[in-house]
């Protein structure tokens, strides 16, 4: 189907009923219950989850199939983000040219920074293009807001204000980013019993977008190309050996991966007109990185995967606080209840970071293949034949917590 | 003239943090091949061993003068701190006066213990996978580093001031025979520099002119050979990693009085260190801290005003533009040798 085997097929099926049926999904508790704070069923988080799930799928185009670590992945992420806030400053806010112009700008800034940094492989490359994002969001922040030339307004951010020309916008068209007079903040609030479910435009425009993009993900995987990429990552020198240069390949895939980024971005601007330099730094690039390992870098799903594992979780552990870990915790004990929580606190809210930190550290070491391979795994340990098809198994069993 | 020679100098205390981390990465990954992200985070934990001896020693005793009344009239609450009260006020005052200096006693066992337990207990592991992998997990063993750090001290930076005979200025212009006020130049700076030097001489004459530091040599060039001669290379390898953390700690300590620390200055010198690194050539001692002092001194002319003005905000890209050039015409960096992560 679609150029697709049946297995593909199968994948990308699951990923479009779950992806348009996320409101549904991820919002299985009543919202006046006490679990309806485990609800991610708004809009912001789930425009959330599909955005760095492009961002992810399309680092996990390098990453998991060429094998170069990138540590610079952000810079066109932010990138993409500065150029769809200029349409909207310049033009017009509909979210179609501002996108299309953050994936070009994107594509030719890793076209740039790809050309140079690949000259090396390895470390030396890993350090190149962290280097490279540092030098762009120095850039970004101070360099390119002087008086005399702004174009990325510092430290407060880009952002359109009332007497900016955007020459094509129309008089009865939203404020906002909108598809075609269709604002992205639109929302449908539609009650069910004790549930709330929330469709909203923004996020129907991303995850429209991604189910593109995880398509063309499939299909680079499958294609001759992609054969190619993942020669560079298992035998560069018999590669060359052959005859064959490597590096135009790995260059294509940088400035893909570079141009996911770019998208990514430019959809983060058209759901919150804002770009801000912060999204360049490097700890940015590290967040990517973490999401595509934990997931199961080189395989279909795993990026997505860990894109909504690591934005749930974010988003959910954050909200504990010591009051929520005493009633969780109240059934038992008074002294105990209070070793517990101690011991468990450090971990949650604030310390969100420390419990991601200390997961990414067991998956590399424990669990590389990420949490595709767990999955796969904990399939076989009850006793199931289908080793081979084991990605498609793991969409099934755990992408209901993205 | 004494313009050049003041940026000199305001370049060599930050050229020394990047040198000291930089040989101590290089150290890690000549000697045992692995690409040590975590090795900021070193360098953040030995300035917070300085922030810790300081609290150690400002450990206060509450006491109540009933002779001395605060302002709403109640009896007054004085803090004493134990030393204080164990030495004699003076001598305690000095001795929490000196809390820097004397933190570097203290984080050498601590830094060589770090380094030792990180080696044997977690990269020990890690040698025989993909240099992708030993970077993420010294990448995520740095975040955990950092949070814990960020739990117990909080995520504002700590002022640590450097003993107070150090605190001031001196006139180096007026030494060497310019006019009067034209060099200025902060004691504790000078000290950081001499020390740093201090150090790197001894790594360099550690290696060079001991038993221990040819056979670790020798296992630099050529690890399998080393094995076979029935030397046990890999605990000195161990040990190397320790020495390379307490370098790394050192420099943190004695950074304090220069930057109060905080749980993010790791991450933002490894960045530069690793340039530096990629600049003095993998697997270069001194190409490293060559490396680290010209990168400290070019930073320091790109923050003249004159620099920034005419471009704006060059201070804050210059290293990365040296980096990218160097690299695209020297790819080996500026002491590199040829067969060091070639492929």
């Keep these: 189907m679609m150029g697709m085997n049946n297995k593909d097929a199968t994948l990308f099926l699951i990923v479009i009923v779950l992806t348009l049926l996320a409101p549904f999904i991820l919002n299985p508790f009543p919202t006046d219950s006490a679990m309806a704070q485990f609800n991610a069923g708004y809009p912001d988080l789930m425009q959330r989850f599909v955005i760095f799930g492009i961002f992810a799928i399309?680092?996990?185009?390098?990453?998991?199939?060429?094998?170069?670590?990138?540590?610079?992945?952000?810079?066109?992420?932010?990138?993409?983000?500065?150029?769809?806030?200029?349409?909207?400053?310049?033009?017009?806010?509909?979210?179609?040219?501002?996108?299309?112009?953050?994936?070009?700008?994107?594509?030719?800034?890793?076209?740039?920074?790809?050309?140079?940094?690949?000259?090396?492989?390895?470390?030396?490359?890993?350090?190149?293009?962290?280097?490279?994002?540092?030098?762009?969001?120095?850039?970004?922040?101070?360099?390119?807001?002087?008086?005399?030339?702004?174009?990325?307004?510092?430290?407060?951010?880009?952002?359109?204000?009332?007497?900016?020309?955007?020459?094509?916008?129309?008089?009865?068209?939203?404020?906002?980013?909108?598809?075609?007079?269709?604002?992205?903040?639109?929302?449908?609030?539609?009650?069910?019993?004790?549930?709330?479910?929330?469709?909203?435009?923004?996020?129907?425009?991303?995850?429209?977008?991604?189910?593109?993009?995880?398509?063309?993900?499939?299909?680079?995987?499958?294609?001759?190309?992609?054969?190619?990429?993942?020669?560079?990552?298992?035998?560069?020198?018999?590669?060359?050996?052959?005859?064959?240069?490597?590096?135009?390949?790995?260059?294509?895939?940088?400035?893909?991966?570079?141009?996911?980024?770019?998208?990514?971005?430019?959809?983060?601007?058209?759901?919150?007109?804002?770009?801000?330099?912060?999204?360049?730094?490097?700890?940015?690039?590290?967040?990517?990185?973490?999401?595509?390992?934990?997931?199961?870098?080189?395989?279909?799903?795993?990026?997505?995967?860990?894109?909504?594992?690591?934005?749930?979780?974010?988003?959910?552990?954050?909200?504990?606080?010591?009051?929520?870990?005493?009633?969780?915790?109240?059934?038992?004990?008074?002294?105990?209840?209070?070793?517990?929580?101690?011991?468990?606190?450090?971990?949650?809210?604030?310390?969100?970071?420390?419990t991601l930190g200390m997961l990414f550290m067991l998956v590399v070491i424990f669990l590389p293949g990420g949490l595709v391979e767990g999955g796969q795994r904990v399939m076989k340990l009850f006793g199931k034949k289908k080793s081979g098809s084991g990605a498609k198994e793991k969409s099934t069993q755990s992408t209901p917590a993205e | 003239m004494d313009a050049i020679i003041l940026q000199i100098l305001n370049g060599l205390d930050k050229g020394s943090a990047y040198a000291l981390i930089a040989l101590g990465l290089t150290l890690i990954f000549g000697t045992l091949g692995v690409v040590n992200f975590a090795h900021g985070a070193l360098f953040m934990i030995g300035a917070f061993c300085a922030v810790t001896v300081q609290r150690i020693l400002t450990l206060s005793v509450e006491t109540i003068d009933e002779t001395r009344t605060d302002f709403l009239g109640n009896p007054l609450k004085v803090k004493t701190p134990y030393v204080e009260n164990w030495f004699g006020p003076e001598v305690g005052a000095a001795i929490i006066d000196w809390s820097v200096p004397i933190a570097i006693l203290f984080s050498i066992p601590i830094m060589l213990l770090i380094g030792f337990v990180m080696e044997r207990g977690l990269i020990k592991h890690f040698y025989k996978r993909p240099h992708a992998d030993q970077i993420l997990v010294t990448f995520g063993l740095a975040i955990v580093l950092q949070e814990v750090i960020k739990y117990f001290y909080g995520a504002n930076p700590i002022p640590t001031p450097a003993p107070d005979m150090f605190s001031g200025s001196i006139d180096l212009g007026v030494l060497v025979g310019f006019d009067v006020n034209a060099i200025i130049y902060p004691y504790w700076r000078l000290i950081y520099f001499a020390f740093a030097a201090l150090i790197i001489g001894g790594v360099f004459a550690f290696l060079q002119f001991t038993t221990f530091g040819m056979v670790v040599r020798a296992g630099m060039a050529d690890r399998e050979t080393v094995g076979l001669l029935g030397i046990n290379i890999d605990r000195r390898f161990t040990i190397m990693f320790g020495i390379a953390a307490a370098v790394a700690g050192l420099a943190g300590v004695m950074y304090t009085p220069i930057n109060p620390p905080n749980y993010h200055m790791g991450m933002d010198f490894l960045v530069l260190s690793f340039v530096v690194v990629v600049v003095g050539g993998m697997g270069s001692l001194p190409g490293a801290v060559l490396a680290g002092f010209l990168l400290g001194i070019l930073e320091s002319f790109a923050s003249t005003t004159w620099a920034t003005t005419t471009i704006p905000g060059i201070n804050q890209i210059i290293i990365y533009l040296v980096a990218i050039i160097v690299l695209l015409t020297r790819p080996r960096g500026l002491m590199g040798r040829k067969g060091v992560m070639e492929d």
Aim: charged fraction near 10%.
């Design chain 1, 58 to 354: 399309g680092f996990n185009i390098l990453f998991g199939l060429t094998g170069y670590l990138s540590f610079g992945h952000a810079a066109f992420l932010g990138v993409g983000s500065y150029s769809a806030v200029w349409i909207f400053k310049l033009f017009t806010y509909n979210v179609i040219p501002a996108i299309g112009l953050a994936v070009v700008l994107a594509g030719l800034f890793a076209l740039l920074i790809g050309y140079v940094s690949l000259r090396r492989s390895g470390i030396y490359f890993s350090i190149l293009t962290l280097a490279f994002a540092q030098m762009s969001f120095a850039l970004a922040y101070s360099v390119l807001s002087n008086p005399k030339f702004n174009l990325t307004n510092g430290e407060t951010g880009l952002q359109v204000y009332a007497d900016d020309p955007q020459m094509f916008h129309g008089p009865n068209l939203p404020d906002l980013p909108h598809l075609f007079g269709l604002s992205m903040r639109a929302n449908h609030q539609m009650s069910v019993g004790a549930w709330d479910f929330n469709f909203n435009v923004g996020y129907y425009v991303c995850a429209v977008i991604m189910i593109l993009a995880f398509y063309l993900a499939i299909r680079i995987f499958r294609s001759p190309f992609g054969m190619m990429l993942r020669a560079v990552k298992s035998n560069n020198t018999r590669m060359t050996y052959t005859g064959l240069n490597a590096r135009p390949y790995a260059l294509a895939a940088f400035v893909i991966s570079g141009m996911y980024a770019g998208l990514a971005g430019g959809l983060m601007a058209s759901v919150d007109p804002l770009a801000g330099a912060e999204r360049m730094q490097w700890t940015a690039s590290g967040e990517v990185v973490l999401m595509t390992i934990l997931g199961g870098a080189g395989t279909l799903i795993g990026p997505i995967l860990g894109a909504g594992f690591i934005k749930y979780f974010e988003n959910i552990f954050s909200k504990i606080n010591e009051s929520v870990l005493h009633s969780w915790f109240s059934f038992l004990p008074d002294g105990l209840e209070d070793v517990i929580v101690a011991m468990v606190y450090p971990f949650v809210g604030k310390g969100w970071h420390l």
